[in-house]
């Protein structure tokens, strides 16, 4: 299964939004440098869909906001 985000990085307040199905905007704290973010979004999306987070991959965006992660269930 295919998960598009569009992050929000170095934000406040940790907030996940449900656009549709599966489209998120997550906003994280940590900052959009030494992929602190993406790490911390992979987590988040491991999360939600309850497995383990090497089941999530980040296939496009790496540096932009708009980001393509794979979810293997």
Not at 40 to 59: D, F, K, N
Request: a positive charge; proline letters at 4%.
């Amino acid at each position: 299964m295919y998960v598009r985000v569009h992050a929000v990085p170095h934000a406040r307040k940790e907030r996940v939004s449900h656009e549709s199905e599966n489209v998120y905007t997550i906003a994280v704290k940590e900052p959009a440098e030494r992929n602190m973010a993406n790490k911390r979004i992979r987590e988040i999306i491991a999360t939600i869909y309850t497995v383990p987070i090497t089941s999530v991959r980040l296939l496009t965006g790496h540096q932009s906001s708009t980001k393509m992660y794979s979810v293997e269930q």
